[in-house]
Each structure stands twice: as structure tokens, then as C-alpha cells.
């Protein structure tokens, strides 16, 4: 398996439990994405970092985050503008690719 590196905007849902769950640092989390050409959705586990000394909460506009992602298939569904959801037990938030960073 490889290990990617994105930087994402991501916006983060109001409501239900993400509030307490979500702050500084790093954490695991599913992604959802779509590959453009087939249209099959695709869950990932992912590591993701705040790149903001701001904590990563609900109704806060967007932020930037460092998406990690370990898979075979991952550039298929990941790319400079692909779009996704974070889950975390439920949906959290959405994001959009802004650009591919090197290990």
C-alpha cells in the first residue's frame, strides 16, 4: 500500500456530536470520495492535521487540514479539486483537494 499527502479546505458540519470530538491535532478519520470516471464511492481511513493554530470545530468557517491516506486506488478517487466527506460516526464535514504534497 502507498502513502499520499493532501492539503485540503475543509468545512465542518454545525450540529450533533463533532464539537467535543473535533480540536487541535491530528485524528482518524473516514473519507468518502467518488471517482470521476466510474462514479464508485470509495471510504478511506485517514490521519488528518490541522494546519491552523485554530481549533478544528463546527461552524467555524472553512480550514485547512493535511489529509493522510494509505491505499492502492487512492489517486482514483483523490486529485486537485475532488471533493469529500469526513465521517466520524456520522457526517462532520465536507472538503475539496487544493493540492497533492510530497512525502
Given at each position: 500500500?502507498?502513502?499520499?499527502?493532501?492539503?485540503?479546505?475543509?468545512t465542518?458540519?454545525?450540529?450533533?456530536d463533532?464539537?467535543?470530538?473535533?480540536?487541535?491535532?491530528?485524528?482518524?478519520?473516514?473519507?468518502?470520495?467518488?471517482?470521476?470516471?466510474?462514479?464508485?464511492?470509495?471510504?478511506?481511513?485517514?490521519?488528518?492535521?490541522?494546519?491552523?493554530?485554530?481549533?478544528?470545530?463546527?461552524?467555524?468557517?472553512?480550514?485547512?487540514?493535511?489529509?493522510?491516506?494509505?491505499?492502492?486506488?487512492?489517486?482514483?478517487?483523490?486529485?486537485?479539486?475532488?471533493?469529500?466527506?469526513?465521517?466520524?460516526?456520522?457526517?462532520?464535514?465536507?472538503?475539496?483537494?487544493?493540492?497533492?504534497?510530497?512525502l
Open positions: 500500500m502507498k502513502r499520499y499527502k493532501y492539503q485540503a479546505l475543509v465542518p458540519y454545525q450540529g450533533g463533532a464539537q467535543e470530538t473535533l480540536s487541535s491535532g491530528s485524528h482518524r478519520m473516514v473519507l468518502r470520495a467518488q471517482d470521476p470516471e466510474t462514479h464508485r464511492t470509495q471510504v478511506f481511513r485517514a490521519l488528518i492535521d490541522s494546519d491552523e493554530e485554530a481549533p478544528f470545530r463546527p461552524g467555524k468557517p472553512e480550514i485547512m487540514v493535511t489529509v493522510r491516506v494509505i491505499g492502492d486506488d487512492v489517486p482514483d478517487y483523490f486529485d486537485i479539486g475532488s471533493h469529500f466527506s469526513l465521517w466520524l460516526g456520522s457526517d462532520v464535514g465536507q472538503g475539496v483537494v487544493t493540492r497533492r504534497l510530497h
